[in-house]
């Protein structure tokens, strides 16, 4: 049974940091590339990082600009997004994707940078 579950979401004020992880099981982590997308309502899902395999190359959001980092324990059958520098356009429900030539998506965890 795949899982793929994302946690590290919260309240954070403008300029702070939040580290979101996604576990995984059920498939096969190290095969797949992961990535983070977020969507708020009325608007489409966007990229927001992808780490691939078996590179490990990242690609990122124009929005990002140098603030978040993404990265990946194939030991743990995990990937993280490290937000920095948050601001107040990056809230959003935040999603994790595991893709090879199955896609497999997280339920998503919010993220709300607020004063």
């Known amino acids: 049974q795949v899982q793929v579950v994302e946690s590290g979401g919260g309240l954070v004020q403008p300029g702070g940091s939040l580290r979101l992880s996604c576990v995984t099981s059920?498939?096969?982590?190290?095969?797949?590339?992961m990535s983070w997308y977020r969507q708020v309502p009325g608007k489409e899902r966007e990229m927001v990082a992808t780490i691939s395999v078996p590179s490990s190359y990242t690609n990122y959001g124009a929005f990002v600009r140098g603030r978040f980092t993404i990265s990946r324990d194939n030991a743990k059958n995990t990937a993280y997004l490290q937000m920095n520098n948050l601001e107040f356009e990056d809230t959003a429900m935040y999603y994790c994707?595991?893709?090879?030539?199955?896609?497999?998506w997280g339920q998503g965890t919010q993220v709300t940078v607020s004063s």
């Open positions: 994707k595991a893709i090879k030539q199955q896609t497999y």
């Open positions: 059920g498939f096969t982590f190290s095969d797949y590339a």
